[in-house]
């Protein structure tokens, strides 16, 4: 793979996947607290910010908003390369897709929360700890292991004949 093939695959991926999984976690805290969508933006935010950026309004939003495309696509980037190291990982996208979900997210909760300005978070209910996992596994990780099994079929991606 090029580097102008991964820098698209991680723009294009780190942009579905960052959508899906803000969407899916302001509708979820929606429901679930009535949390709005600015403040889900904002706590992405605070990894930079601290506490701070839930007073910082519409600016900290945006800020959440950049930091989490960004990271999207470092995420994409990252499991494109493993994926064309270990292609054999496509062969089951899905159980691959579950997986990377779900180390994405302790990767996330357990190395990079921690090293951030965030704050923890506190789930009261085992549900939703368990509801937040299963929606990176779906959103985050079967997506981008979707996508990856789709970029390697593709025409461009066999080697050239001559």
Do not use: K
Not at 44 to 60: N, R
Not at 76 to 98: K, M
């Amino acid at each position: 793979m090029t580097a102008v093939t991964l820098c698209r695959r991680a723009l294009a991926w780190g942009a579905i996947i960052a959508v899906l999984d803000i969407v899916s976690a302001m509708v979820f805290w929606y429901l679930y607290r009535e949390v709005p969508p600015t403040r889900i933006l904002q706590s992405v935010a605070a990894g930079l910010e601290g506490p701070a950026a839930f007073q910082g309004g519409s600016a900290s939003a945006w800020l959440g908003a950049a930091l989490h495309f960004a990271m999207a696509c470092v995420i994409a980037a990252i499991f494109a390369l493993v994926v064309q190291a270990f292609p054999r990982l496509l062969g089951a996208p899905l159980r691959t897709g579950a997986l990377a979900g779900l180390v994405i997210y302790a990767v996330m909760n357990f190395v990079v929360m921690p090293l951030s300005q965030a704050p923890a978070p506190r789930f009261n209910a085992l549900w939703v700890a368990y509801a937040v996992v299963v929606s990176h596994m779906l959103c985050v990780g079967m997506v981008l292991a979707l996508l990856a099994r789709r970029a390697a079929q593709a025409p461009e991606a066999a080697p050239a004949r001559h």
